[in-house]
């Protein structure tokens, strides 16, 4: 059972008084002006947490919503980064859903407004904690964490819509646009300036106080991601001085890993649970009800804290084991997921992925992830093919496409969890793996070819998941690479845009339902960026609609 001071003041903050939440029923979003009356600092400190993976107070969404679960920031993440992609693909049809698969989102869908409200809710919540005398109070460490949380949160809004409603005080005039380019140095300036502030980099586990709060590790990695997405964002790799931001981010991705000390979890299990032998590897154990306790938390830059007991929702850690389950699937160890909210049934995964770990991913269907673990040479092969087909056909069913089983509310020690229905485990939003892929991207991207040092951090990543290492690497490996380690994470649009292969004419990577057809077609650039949404338009006229839509 998790024994954290943080998270106990995660789950008192969200019985905070309703006025700060209340204001946001009619959200006018782009004018940030929340009518709130003094609240407790402290929570209104770990409401801006709690706003990256809950859905508002006591169960109920931040704004105006007709299911809560849909609010929240990580679901909303997966759904625009994941299902837009080669990796997942969902049967739903509320929201917009099925058009982010098929990558013809427009501006009236649904799941774009619940992201759009959700950033600025969450950016709304930060202005006004940094406006508060009271809360800045609390001292310099905190404001530092919050002010890196609305970072964060401005980070997702342009990385998603591109050129986006911008204050950093609460104001009653409607937000001024910022470009996407404008978004990127005033990122990475709020980045940089937080650092000094922020908690000594360390791992940590659950049993530490400042266990789920950020340091400067955070901040490191964030400045490493802009780095590497420079070219995106302002079109090219130039730093102020005339150097190259590749060497940056190197640079900083080694700090994390040498001098934060967060590297790679190697550890392993093996206990009987329900008279079952069971051996779980690192990379299961990441993504287990107990990854907090096991030693998993030693890889976790910045975990959002659940706990089945007392931090719970619909969006968050459940959303992530119930979407992608059904009720006759088993885990790894034959073992049932841990929970009963496992009859979801929305989330599968697209051939693409599969053809990342074997070339014939019609051998795997019929079989239990068991059966598949034991004969793809990758423990990231968490797939389950019985009663499944690889083939999405007309995407209306959940037996259409292979299901992942990457997420369950198992603990590695064997132990009940909190409860039988909400999910324990933690959500690692920050992970040392991505400093380590992020160093060998940057290596050859800057070299053409492979460093010594860069094939070191690459072949740990591999030997993590028991995979043979290659004898070099290329940049396409590195992009198969990042497929294999965070699928279902939220970072596949986002890279796939990196390397030029998501929209646009010279994207010759293409997947079953890309633009809406199989095996797929090439869709237009300006679907890199997604539309803002209408209600926004209509609210704020600084805004006007992103080119192409």
């Not at 530490?208 to 302002?234: F, H, I, Q, T």
């Not at 130039?238 to 001098?259: F, H, Y």
Request: aromatic share 12%; charged share 25%; proline share 2%.
């Amino acid at each position: 059972m998790k024994v954290n001071k943080f998270l106990s003041y995660i789950a008192a903050g969200l019985f905070m008084a309703g006025a700060m939440t209340s204001c946001m029923g009619d959200l006018n979003s782009d004018v940030i002006d929340p009518d709130v009356k003094p609240l407790d600092p402290q929570k209104m400190y770990v409401k801006c947490y709690a706003s990256m993976i809950m859905e508002g107070n006591d169960g109920s969404a931040d704004f105006d919503i007709d299911d809560a679960g849909k609010s929240t920031l990580l679901r909303n993440i997966y759904n625009l980064e994941c299902l837009s992609t080669d990796e997942a693909i969902c049967w739903w049809t509320d929201g917009g859903l099925v058009n982010a698969c098929y990558n013809q989102s427009g501006a009236e869908d649904q799941v774009l407004r619940f992201m759009y409200y959700r950033l600025m809710s969450n950016i709304t919540y930060c202005n006004h904690y940094l406006e508060t005398e009271a809360c800045l109070a609390l001292g310099k460490d905190k404001a530092a964490e919050v002010r890196w949380i609305r970072a964060y949160n401005y980070y997702v809004l342009a990385n998603t819509f591109g050129n986006v409603p911008f204050l950093t005080k609460i104001s009653s005039q409607a937000a001024p646009r910022a470009t996407r380019e404008e978004m990127y140095h005033w990122l990475v300036a709020e980045f940089r300036a937080v650092e000094e502030n922020l908690l000594e980099a360390r791992p940590k586990c659950s049993s530490d106080p400042d266990y789920g709060r950020l340091d400067k590790a955070a901040a490191w990695l964030m400045l490493s991601r802009m780095y590497l997405n420079a070219e995106v964002w302002k079109g090219d790799f130039n730093d102020a001085n005339g150097g190259n931001l590749l060497d940056s981010v190197k640079v900083l991705s080694d700090k994390i890993i040498t001098e934060g000390q967060y590297k790679l979890f190697t550890g392993e299990s093996d206990v009987n649970v329900e008279g079952v032998d069971c051996h779980y590897t690192a990379y299961d154990m990441l993504f287990m009800a107990d990854n907090g306790e096991s030693g998993a938390a030693t890889e976790a830059i910045l975990p959002l804290l659940q706990d089945g007991a007392v931090t719970r929702g619909w969006g968050g850690s459940l959303f992530f084991t119930a979407a992608h389950w059904s009720t006759d699937m088993k885990t790894v160890c034959d073992l049932s997921a841990g929970t009963t909210g496992v009859d979801w049934t929305g989330m599968r995964v697209r051939r693409q992925l599969l053809e990342k770990f074997t070339d014939n991913p019609e051998a795997w269907e019929g079989k239990t992830a068991k059966e598949i673990r034991a004969v793809a040479g990758d423990d990231r092969a968490l797939f389950w093919g019985k009663d499944h087909f690889v083939a999405i056909g007309d995407n209306t069913k959940f037996e259409q496409g292979l299901a992942t089983v990457k997420w369950n509310n198992r603990r590695s020690d064997g132990n009940p969890t909190n409860s039988t229905y909400e999910v324990d485990g933690d959500f690692f939003l920050l992970r040392a793996a991505e400093a380590y892929l992020n160093y060998v991207e940057a290596d050859i991207r800057m070299n053409g070819t492979c460093s010594e040092k860069a094939k070191g951090y690459m072949d740990d990543i591999r030997a993590r998941a028991h995979a043979t290492a290659h004898q070099a690497y290329s940049l396409e490996d590195v992009l198969d690479e990042r497929s294999r380690e965070f699928y279902c994470e939220g970072y596949r649009r986002t890279d796939l845009i990196r390397f030029g292969q998501y929209g646009g004419n010279q994207a010759t990577y293409v997947w079953d339902g890309k633009n809406g057809t199989t095996p797929g077609t090439a869709f237009e650039a300006y679907r890199n960026i997604y539309p803002i949404p209408t209600s926004e338009l209509m609210t704020n006229d600084n805004l006007w609609q992103n080119d192409g839509y």
